[in-house]
């Protein structure tokens, strides 16, 4: 999955100074505002909603949308609306097994969306638990390295409850149980560790390596996916070897 973990934070990167900036805002923002809904409004009390805004801030997210965000999920502010989480499952190109992660307060118009990116790229949707299985959830804090080694990093997370770090190139990514996400976190913190995003995400037990063709294949599916207003991320178990990067990226 390092492949695909290092594809991750390229976009994470690109994400900032992306054409499409305005798009990855608003899901950054409703990402708060369902926090908020969830589980409060003081990011103090809500782990989830600091690191929804942690995220927001990393990305430039001007912060009058973020505490607008949290107003409107804490009902301090009218406005809101009622979002729903709904996961998708589908195969792409290469017989890569793809998780869409949708965030809507329209269900038909989320089904919609994804499936049209879907059979437009190359890819077939799947019946719920057919592919899901091939995922665990797991809390993933990505970092820059910053002159930091791996060593550093392992030292301070090891006790907090991380299960691994890979080495991303430019960056770390900790990977560990959900219930020790913050843990993990705050273990950074007070070694004085920065990060750039905790979440939790999906990451696949089983992997499918592709050649640059299919890489590219996958990517383009990928990117449809991602342009849907409705979907908040995906997670396929595509293996993208150093090499097949290299020539992509070239």
Known sequence: MS????????????????????????????????????????????PTLYDAIQKAKKTSVPNDNI???RKRGAGEEAGGADWQTIMYE?????GVAVLIECLT??????????????????????DPGSVAYLFARKGVVLLEKNGLSEDDILDAVLEAGAEDVNDLGDSFEIVSEPTDLIGVRSALQEA???YDSAEASF??????????????????LIDALEDCDDVQNVFSNVDISDEVMAELDA
């Not at 118009?109 to 994804?114: F, T």
């Open 90 to 94: 589908g195969y792409g190109p290469n």
């Open 203 to 220: 990451q696949a037990s089983v992997s499918v390596p592709v050649d640059v063709e299919g890489a590219r294949k996958v990517f383009k």
């Open 67 to 69: 505490e607008r965000a």
């Open 192 to 194: 004085g560790i920065d």
């Open 105 to 126: 307060d329209n269900r038909n118009r989320a089904a919609g969306e994804v499936r049209v990116a879907m059979t437009r790229n190359g890819g077939n949707m799947a």
């Open 3 to 46: 492949g695909h973990s290092k594809w991750a934070t390229t976009k994470h990167k690109k994400a900032v100074v992306d054409a499409r900036r305005g798009k990855a805002f608003a899901k950054l923002v409703k990402n708060i505002e369902v926090a908020a809904r969830t589980g409060g409004g003081d990011p103090a009390g809500n």
